[in-house]
């Protein structure tokens, strides 16, 4: 069941023309910031208000920014971009479930980690999860993620958005290089 990367590369970019088009360009890492922002609000109601008028504030210099836009998506997070993430994670993983391609010893240590850093799942995880974290800090820094500056951006001829894919690539290939000398 797999795609040629034609197809797929068709679909993707009728996908993006589509929400560029219907909605707006794709992005996700605000909704960490968000899911983040909604955690708090919960601990710390204070953190997130709305004035007479309707509009939202936060006493969160960053929640507060683009005129309350963030304290608002915390106040109603049912919106379209909220739910494009769990939509997207939860079709990856009825793509994961349907296809079942990818062998049970594969799914918690794949063989080119085990090549390299041994079976250990828990260390695995601690990796993947700290690439991650440095990953999403560093687009919320640049004010966006892959999907955004270099998917959505590219699709418009941003030029942030080659800059961010030039910059993206020439650090991933050195590090899967650096990282996985053996192969699987």
């Known amino acids: 069941m797999v795609l040629n990367w034609k197809y797929g590369g068709l679909a993707l970019g009728l996908v993006f023309f589509l929400a560029v088009l219907l909605v707006k360009p794709i992005g996700v890492s605000t909704q960490f910031v968000i ?6 609000d919960m601990q710390n109601p204070d953190i997130v208000t709305q004035a007479d008028d309707g509009a939202y504030t936060s006493t969160n210099a960053y929640l507060a920014k683009s005129g309350g836009k963030y304290a608002k998506a915390v106040a109603n997070p049912v919106n379209y971009s909220f739910i494009f993430v769990g939509a997207m994670m939860l079709g990856a993983l009825i793509s994961s479930i349907l296809r079942n391609s990818v062998p049970k010893g594969e ?45 959505s951006g590219m699709s418009q001829t941003a030029i942030s958005g080659y800059i961010f894919a030039l910059g993206a690539f020439l650090a991933a290939f050195p590090t899967a290089l650096y990282m996985f000398k053996e192969e699987g």
């Open 35 to 40: 899911l983040d922002g909604i955690l708090w």
């Open 107 to 151: 799914r918690m240590v794949p063989a080119i980690w085990r090549a390299n850093y041994g079976g250990n799942v828990l260390k695995r995880w601690l990796v993947a999860f700290a690439g991650g974290f440095i990953v999403l800090y560093g687009a919320r820094l640049a004010g966006g993620c892959t999907s955004g500056h270099m998917m």
